[in-house]
C-alpha cells in the first residue's frame, strides 16, 4: 500500500521546459472508461431510433409527399443550372442571342428577320467549313438587327406611353398593348369592350357632375364629354368633334353626337384598326420590311 492516502496527493514529476507544449498521455481511469460506453451506448440507440422513425415517416403519406417533393426539387434545380448554363452560351454568341430576342418579336417582324438570319449563319459555317475567315451573320446580329431592335424599341415607346399603359391596365383592356398584332376579329371584341367602358364611364361622370332621375343638362354633359376626350386622347385617338367642343363658347349642337361616337362600338373599331394599321406601319419600316 502506497504510503499516500490518495493517489492524488502522490508527488507529480517536474515540468521539463523543451516538452512543456506536448501533450501528456494520460491513462484511463475505469470511470472515464465506463462513462464512454454508457455514451456510446445512449449514441447508438438514438441513432438505432432515429433510423426507425425515418423508415416510418417515409412509409406515410406525408413521408412520400415529401420524398416526391424533394425529388422535384432536385430536378427542378438541374433545369435551373441547365438553363443557367444555356443562357450564359447564348450571352457569349451574338447570334444566339438575336435569335433569343426575335423570339418575343410579334411574328409579322419575327420570321422575315429570322429567316435572313439563318441564312446567314448557314452561310458563315459553309464558309468556315472550306477554311475561310467569315463573320456575316455576326456582323448582321451585331450591327444590323440591333439596330432594328433599338428602332423598335423607340417606335413601341412612343405608342405605349404611360398613360397609355397605366389606362389599359386599369380599365383591363390588356389587349391595347398588342394592338398591332390583332386581327379584326379582335379589334371588333376590343371596340365593344372599349364602347362600354365609355359608356359606364360617362354615367358615372353624369352622376358625379349633379344629374339627377336621368336628366342630363348641356353643361353636366359637356363636363362628362371633356372628360372623355382626355382619356381617348391618351389611347392616342382624336375625339369627336374636339376643336368645336373644347373652345370657351363650344358648339352645343355637336355634343349629344360626340358622346354617341364615343359609346359607340363601331366608331372604335373604325378607330382602333386605324390606329393598329399605323402602328404596326411604323414597327415595319423600324424593322426595314
Given at each position: 500500500?502506497?504510503?499516500?492516502a490518495?493517489?492524488?496527493?502522490?508527488?507529480?514529476?517536474?515540468i521539463?521546459?523543451?516538452?512543456?507544449?506536448?501533450?501528456?498521455?494520460?491513462?484511463?481511469?475505469?470511470?472515464?472508461?465506463?462513462?464512454?460506453?454508457?455514451?456510446e451506448?445512449?449514441?447508438?440507440?438514438?441513432?438505432?431510433?432515429?433510423?426507425?422513425?425515418?423508415?416510418?415517416?417515409?412509409?406515410?403519406?406525408m413521408?412520400k409527399?415529401l420524398?416526391a417533393?424533394?425529388?422535384?426539387?432536385?430536378q427542378?434545380?438541374?433545369?435551373?443550372?441547365?438553363?443557367?448554363?444555356?443562357?450564359?452560351?447564348?450571352?457569349?454568341?451574338?447570334?444566339?442571342?438575336?435569335?433569343?430576342?426575335?423570339?418575343?418579336?410579334?411574328?409579322?417582324?419575327?420570321?422575315?428577320?429570322?429567316?435572313?438570319?439563318?441564312?446567314?449563319?448557314?452561310?458563315?459555317?459553309?464558309?468556315?467549313?472550306?477554311?475561310?475567315?467569315?463573320?456575316?451573320?455576326?456582323?448582321?446580329?451585331?450591327?444590323?438587327?440591333?439596330?432594328?431592335?433599338?428602332?423598335?424599341?423607340?417606335?413601341?415607346?412612343?405608342?405605349?406611353?404611360?398613360?397609355?399603359?397605366?389606362?389599359?391596365?386599369?380599365?383591363?383592356?390588356?389587349?391595347?398593348?398588342?394592338?398591332?398584332?390583332?386581327?379584326?376579329?379582335?379589334?371588333?371584341?376590343?371596340?365593344?369592350?372599349?364602347?362600354?367602358?365609355?359608356?359606364?364611364?360617362?354615367?358615372?361622370?353624369?352622376d358625379?357632375?349633379?344629374?339627377?332621375?336621368?336628366?342630363?343638362t348641356?353643361?353636366?354633359?359637356?363636363?362628362?364629354?371633356?372628360?372623355?376626350?382626355?382619356?381617348?386622347?391618351?389611347?392616342?385617338?382624336m375625339?369627336?368633334?374636339?376643336?368645336?367642343?373644347?373652345?370657351?363658347?363650344?358648339?352645343t349642337?355637336?355634343?349629344?353626337?360626340?358622346?354617341?361616337?364615343?359609346?359607340?362600338?363601331?366608331?372604335?373599331?373604325?378607330?382602333?384598326?386605324?390606329?393598329?394599321?399605323?402602328?404596326?406601319?411604323?414597327?415595319?419600316?423600324?424593322?426595314?420590311?
Amino acid at each position: 500500500m502506497s504510503e499516500f492516502a490518495w493517489s492524488w496527493n502522490e508527488p507529480r514529476p517536474a515540468i521539463d521546459p523543451a516538452r512543456f507544449t506536448e501533450r501528456r498521455q494520460e491513462t484511463e481511469t475505469d470511470l472515464q472508461r465506463a462513462i464512454r460506453y454508457y455514451l456510446e451506448a445512449d449514441k447508438r440507440a438514438q441513432e438505432e431510433q432515429e433510423a426507425k422513425e425515418e423508415a416510418f415517416f417515409a412509409q406515410s403519406a406525408m413521408g412520400k409527399k415529401l420524398m416526391a417533393s424533394l425529388e422535384e426539387a432536385g430536378q427542378r434545380e438541374k433545369l435551373a443550372q441547365s438553363i443557367i448554363s444555356k443562357r450564359r452560351a447564348t450571352e457569349q454568341d451574338p447570334v444566339a442571342r438575336a435569335f433569343a430576342t426575335l423570339k418575343a418579336l410579334p411574328v409579322y417582324l419575327r420570321e422575315p428577320l429570322s429567316r435572313h438570319l439563318s441564312f446567314l449563319r448557314k452561310k458563315q459555317e459553309a464558309d468556315r467549313q472550306k477554311g475561310k475567315k467569315s463573320w456575316q451573320a455576326e456582323r448582321y446580329a451585331r450591327g444590323t438587327l440591333r439596330k432594328i431592335f433599338e428602332r423598335l424599341d423607340r417606335t413601341d415607346g412612343r405608342w405605349l406611353t404611360p398613360g397609355y399603359r397605366s389606362l389599359a391596365g386599369r380599365e383591363r383592356l390588356d389587349d391595347l398593348l398588342y394592338l398591332p398584332q390583332l386581327n379584326k376579329h379582335q379589334i371588333q371584341t376590343l371596340a365593344t369592350m372599349t364602347a362600354a367602358m365609355f359608356s359606364s364611364t360617362f354615367e358615372t361622370l353624369c352622376d358625379g357632375f349633379g344629374a339627377r332621375d336621368g336628366e342630363l343638362t348641356m353643361d353636366v354633359m359637356l363636363k362628362a364629354y371633356r372628360m372623355l376626350a382626355r382619356i381617348a386622347l391618351r389611347l392616342h385617338i382624336m375625339p369627336p368633334h374636339y376643336e368645336a367642343l373644347n373652345k370657351s363658347e363650344p358648339d352645343t349642337e355637336l355634343l349629344p353626337g360626340a358622346i354617341l361616337r364615343l359609346t359607340c362600338a363601331d366608331w372604335w373599331k373604325r378607330k382602333l384598326w386605324l390606329l393598329r394599321c399605323e402602328w404596326r406601319e411604323e414597327q415595319l419600316r423600324a424593322a426595314c420590311l
